[in-house]
């Protein structure tokens, strides 16, 4: 049985639960997703991060 870090974005801690013993939210895992060259999504979120930024 492996377990995976995980991260809280509302408190910005690490723990090995679902949820965050702080702040009682839903934690997440800190890995980026996986790249592939046949990401038929890939356009439309490079879109999407480069008008966030512009805003």
């Known amino acids: 049985m492996s377990q995976e870090i995980l991260y809280c974005s ?10 965050c013993k702080l702040c009682n939210k839903k934690t997440e895992s800190p890995k980026p997703a996986k790249f592939s060259p046949l990401d038929k999504y890939g356009k439309y979120r490079r879109l999407y991060k480069k008008e966030m930024a512009s805003q």
Do not use: F, R, S
């Open 10 to 19: 509302n408190c910005e801690c690490y723990t090995l639960k679902n949820t």
